[in-house]
Structures are given as structure tokens and as C-alpha cells.
Antibody, heavy 122, light 107 residues
Framework: EVQLVESGGGLVQPGGSLRLSCAASGFTFSSYWMSWVRQAPGKGLEWVANIKQDGSEKYYVDSVKGRFTISRDNAKNSLYLQMNSLRAEDTAVYYC???????????????WGQGTLVTVSS | EIVLTQSPATLSLSPGERATLSCRASQSVSSYLAWYQQKPGQAPRLLIYDASNRATGIPARFSGSGSGTDFTLTISSLEPEDFAVYYCQQRSNWPGTFGQGTKLEIK
């Protein structure tokens, strides 16, 4: 059974940093592009970043470029999102998601974690 | 960036009725459109991909149609568990944007 379990969310002050983790199981993690998608409270979905199977390619939505860094450790079946210079508008539930089409960066998402809430507030 | 506009924002129907949800793209996305269902406190669930293909395990009452800029999700006969928020998403152009959602509520 495919499982994605996020952790690392919490309350952080504006300008602060947070590192999210996603533990994957039930599939060959190293074979898939992986993504982070977020959802602000009561709002819609926004793709944030994704990373190629070997970590050699990474893409970001414009609003987080230069502040967020996506990474992965295939030996640990884990995905990460380092978030720096956080802003109030980054407040959201962050989901780890598996690309439906394993081998291309721009895809739908067939498996999602339960999400972890990041709140940026003073 | 491609903008996806979903309508209506809220749809009030009764179990057993037919639901028709719309998603319109600001430019052609070919058939590269998906539909998701999200219930409160849960992650989205992939229902339809590439406009008309049901994802694994999705009941046959869910169907998708359309191409180019206009797409439709149809639920042929609503079950109680179908009342949720539905999102469309395109993967034609970077970034893969989502619509703002349609809330399907019990009348």
C-alpha cells in the first residue's frame, strides 16, 4: 500500500525557517518525480515544487523561488522541503504528492499524504 | 500561467440526482486535465486524468469529458459520499494550475 506521511509543520514567526519531511513507503520511491502541493486555509490547491527521481532537476512556483528548497534522499525514501524567509501568505497545509506519470515533471498526483500545517504568524 | 475557472462555485443537489461540474481554461490545455475530490480534513483524491480516464478504483458513475478549453465532470447518480469539493487541474503548461473548486452540497 502506498503511504506518504508528512511531518515538520508548526507555528513559525515571519522570516523564520521550517523543514518539512515526507516518508514514503509501498512503492519504488526512486522511480518517481515527487511534489509538494499546498492549500491555504479554506482555499484551493497550489503546486509548490517538484523534484526528479535522482534529484538532478527541481522546479518551483514563482512565489517560493529563492526561499524554498526541495530535496530527497532515496536511500531513506524521504522527500523534504526547506522553507526559509517564511511569510504569512505561506500559511497552508503542505501535502507531499506522488506524480501520477512517474517520469515527467508536470503531472497529476495519484497519491497524497495527510498534510502538515504550517502557520506563519507573530 | 493558465487560469482554470470552475463553475458553479456551489452546487446543491439531492442523492440520486445527476451532477454536472464545469472547468474552463484560459487557453487550450488539449486533454491534459484532471479532476480531484476533496472531503473535509482529507487530501485530494484523483478521480479523472487526461480529461476522460477514470483513475484506479473510481466508480463508473464518475465520468469526464471535454478538450481544449472546456471540460465537464459528471456524476451520474449522486451517492451520499459524493458530497465534497471538486477541483480540476491542468498539466499542459507550467505550472500545473488548479481551479478554485466547486462545492457539491446536499440540498
Amino acid at each position: 500500500e502506498v503511504q506518504l506521511v508528512e511531518s515538520g509543520g508548526g507555528l513559525v514567526q515571519p522570516g523564520g525557517s521550517l523543514r518539512l519531511s515526507c516518508a514514503a513507503s509501498g512503492f519504488t520511491f526512486s522511480s518517481y518525480w515527487m511534489s509538494w502541493v499546498r492549500q491555504a486555509p479554506g482555499k484551493g490547491l497550489e503546486w509548490v515544487a517538484n523534484i526528479k527521481q535522482d534529484g538532478s532537476e527541481k522546479y518551483y512556483v514563482d512565489s517560493v523561488k529563492g526561499r524554498f528548497t526541495i530535496s530527497r534522499d532515496n536511500a531513506k525514501n524521504s522527500l523534504y522541503l526547506q522553507m526559509n524567509s517564511l511569510r504569512a501568505e505561506d500559511t497552508a497545509v503542505y501535502y507531499c504528492a506522488r506524480n501520477y506519470v512517474a517520469t515527467i515533471p508536470l503531472s497529476y498526483f495519484d497519491y497524497w499524504g495527510q498534510g502538515t500545517l504550517v502557520t506563519v504568524s507573530s | 500561467e493558465i487560469v482554470l475557472t470552475q463553475s458553479p462555485a456551489t452546487l446543491s443537489l439531492s442523492p440520486g440526482e445527476r451532477a454536472t461540474l464545469s472547468c474552463r481554461a484560459s487557453q487550450s490545455v488539449s486533454s491534459y486535465l484532471a479532476w480531484y475530490q476533496q472531503k473535509p480534513g482529507q487530501a485530494p483524491r484523483l478521480l479523472i486524468y487526461d480529461a476522460s480516464n477514470r483513475a484506479t478504483g473510481i466508480p463508473a458513475r464518475f465520468s469526464g469529458s471535454g478538450s481544449g478549453t472546456d471540460f465537464t465532470l459528471t456524476i451520474s447518480s449522486l451517492e451520499p459520499e459524493d458530497f465534497a469539493v471538486y477541483y480540476c487541474q491542468q498539466r499542459s503548461n507550467w505550472p500545473g494550475t488548479f481551479g478554485q473548486g466547486t462545492k457539491l452540497e446536499i440540498k
